[in-house]
């Protein structure tokens, strides 16, 4: 089987930054967002017209313990303006990196001081949150990793880091980001998806933690992981009760899976899609398999989240838009509640600590990834159970799903469509914790 080299830059770059003993407590870490010349399988020149945080796509993968102070600058080297989210950490919300709703656009050559404690251990990622179907699109996104102060028994730890790109035929990246087919409908799909792990090789017979992100701007990748047996042991960086049965993986954009599983042969990402399977990366085991472990992969230690309480109150969320649903009454492509981007006032203010459940309606012929900052929810599912806590959901075309939250944390949140095509051309709003 052919398994896929890491990129050569993200190689160089990680190994520099999330290798450092201590890097990560008490001192800054410097992300610098700018234009990046990038090496590309199956081309024998860089690409150029992508950009990457500190010299590499993706950015460094930065890895802190819970609870541990994590500090960044960010630098501003690109032309434009900038702004960084942490995707999933339930951050003060001044931190929050959204543009209007918590701080003003970076300018060039300007910076920002983040500082923030993840009150939880998990697999998030940060990525630009400044004209984000573009700036994550050409490259501006990487792993954020909270180690549990008590960590599962691994032998490795990887990272898998998946986003799809547009080249063009005659193989340069497309920098066209204004394609009105796109925004009006699936979103900018990309022609080569590529999945960066953070090691090629594991020994066979390992017990290995999988943590996948799918970083594309709109692409939903059905995943099958092959090569390995073990379990889904969290969604969006929260540990799940009872770890899941590892079987095919839907990764909306914005959500993560973290697999826990004992390496069998070579590992291989692949896509279920169109009947077929295509791979699109791998890790090549290693040595002769060892007997692999007795014990189950068992549940990872629950994060002390509030219990969201129903029945609550209920805010209405409808999607409209897209292709053939022009009259919707927003000025943009895309509208929530018949208005396109954000509104003057929330959608809905919470008293913190009060349970919400917000109605997700999807009318349109597309499906859409409906993210929530600075929280995370659980679906109300048809018996009033409450599912697994996530904080982006996909919810397809012609569906009606309920999300229930409890609204803890003080200040104004972005909740947005994570197809980021759909969320630059109407679907955005904002709710609001006093
Ligand atoms: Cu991952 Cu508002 O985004
Ligand atoms: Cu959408």
Redesign the pocket.
Known sequence: MRVTRRDVCLGAVAGLLSGQPGWSSGQDILLRPAPVEVQWPGSDRALTGLLGFNGSVPGPEIRVKQGDDLRVRLENGLQDGALV?W?GIRVPNRMDG?SILTQDVIPPGGQFHYRFSPPDAGTFWY?A?YL?FEQVGRGLFGPLIVEETDPPDLDHDITVMIADFRLTPDGTFDTEFSVMADFAGAGRLGNSIRAFTSRDTVRAGARVRLRLINAAVDRVFPLEVLGVAGAIVALDGMPLDQPMPLGPIEIAP?QRADVIADVRSDVSFGLTDGGGRRTIGGIAATGAPKASRRHPVAALPRHDLPHPRLPARRVDLLMRGGVGDADHGGFGTWAFNGISGLPPQPIARFRRGDTGVIRLRNPTGFGHAI?L?GHHFREVLGDMSLGPLRDTLLVAPGEQREIACVFDNPGRW?L?C?MLSH?ADGMATWVEVV
Request: charged fraction near 0%; avoid cysteine.
């Open positions: 989210h995707h959204v990525h949150h984000s914005g993210h900052h972005l947005h994570h969320s």
